[in-house]
């Protein structure tokens, strides 16, 4: 258990409405990651942190913004959202160590835009 | 462009026979792969990694080979379970690259039949 939780696990929002969710850890990791999860797809990177107030864009940032003001906390907002945005999101974190790369995941949010 | 492929999307294996999982990626500056199980409503779970310095990594029931030349890795389980019935995604990560990102295959569900 890498003690991530996000929240909330579920939500269903109208389009143009803003949206943000929550990863939190508790272990203090220094990278933390935001993918969606769609079919055919595997999982994309939104955006990921590499520390406080550090951010960097993955490969599907448009539409989407984060923060990370504390290292626990790595928030994901919706700013507009669309029916493109309905997706399942995934929290994960990294400590990387020696020769070890594995991210960690939360358990997701469902996010429905209707 | 994807980047790490997973072109059989699903796979079905009776019980106690191997079941075998295949991924094909472009990139040359890919030196670390993963392989993540994902059961649904949880969020993927590491399963085995293995470093492009080797050819062969086994952990229990799963062995995953990487052949360099043909850009080819795959992820054998060995007897197949009722309990490996998931969605399997292979990713892989450029150590050298920033972010330690990681890219992901579009999965394949696997069904293992009592």
């Known amino acids: 258990d890498a003690g991530i939780t996000q929240s909330p696990r579920h939500k269903v929002t109208e389009t143009g409405t803003p949206v943000t969710l929550r990863c939190h850890q508790t272990?203090?990791?220094?990278?933390m990651y935001w993918y969606r999860q769609d079919p055919g797809h595997g999982l994309r990177l939104i955006h990921y942190?590499?520390?406080?107030?550090?951010?960097d864009k993955g490969e599907v940032s448009d539409g989407y913004s984060v923060s990370r003001s504390k290292t626990e906390d790595f928030l994901l907002t919706l700013e507009s959202a669309t029916s493109s945005q309905t997706s399942v999101y995934f929290c994960?974190?990294?400590?990387?160590?020696?020769?070890?790369?594995?991210?960690?995941f939360g358990p997701g949010t469902r996010l429905t835009v209707t | 462009d994807q980047q790490v492929k997973q072109n059989s999307p699903s796979l079905s294996v009776q019980e106690g026979r191997i079941s075998i999982l295949n991924c094909d990626y472009t990139?040359?500056?890919?030196?670390?792969f993963l392989w993540y199980k994902k059961y649904p409503a949880e969020g993927p779970t590491f399963l085995i990694s293995?470093?492009?310095?080797?050819d062969k990594n086994e952990d229990g029931r799963f062995t995953v080979f990487l052949n360099k030349s043909a850009k080819h890795l795959s992820l054998h389980i060995v007897p197949s379970q009722p309990g490996d019935s998931a969605v399997y995604f292979c990713?892989?990560?450029?150590?050298?690259?920033?972010?330690?990102?990681?890219?992901f295959g579009g999965g394949t569900r696997v069904l293992v039949k009592p």
């Open positions: 994960a974190i990294l400590e990387p160590g020696d020769s070890s790369y594995e991210q960690y």
């Open positions: 272990e203090n990791h220094r990278y």
């Open positions: 942190s590499y520390g406080v107030k550090d951010t």
């Open positions: 990139n040359s500056m890919f030196d670390y």
């Open positions: 293995i470093s492009s310095i080797k």
């Open positions: 990713a892989a990560i450029s150590i050298k690259a920033a972010g330690n990102k990681l890219t």
